[in-house]
């Protein structure tokens, strides 16, 4: 019976105000973001919140998912003026709200009937690209090195 209690007083998830997405964005590897990084074309949405640290990766606009939802259309429409053509969101690992957000816009697009916007999940979030080290830590602006071992240490 306790358990039933605590279940009722645990709070909704924060998406579950929202619909869910009904397109799954197709993933984009690391290698590809990389190489199209300076691209006027390619957009990256990083939609951490409260876990918003050690660096974003080059170019990213930081988007919360908690609040993506009401304010996909705006990105739409900046999108749109900018000659974006493929938005790439990210999360920690992508392995929830990048992808939950990626489809809500993948559904919008699809709502405006659009086939010149692509929605896309970048493959292993954040957590991915610091991981492949290199020329990929090279490029998150303020890059913090001791926040990222915690992860690193932990999967070993």
Known sequence: MAQDA??????PPWHASFPTPQHTAPLI???EVLSNLLSPELLLVDVRRTDYEGGIIKGSLNLPAHSFYVNKGVLYDLCKRAGVK???FYCGASNGRGPRCAGWFADYITEKGDDSIQSLTL???IKGWVKA???FTQNVDGYE???????SEGAK
Do not use: H, I
């Open 29 to 31: 590897s690391r290698d």
């Open 145 to 151: 090195p001791e926040y990222w071992r915690q992860f």
């Open 123 to 125: 493959e292993g979030g």
């Open 6 to 11: 605590s279940a009722a007083a645990s709070p």
């Open 86 to 88: 493929k938005v790439a």
């Open 133 to 135: 080290e290199g020329k």
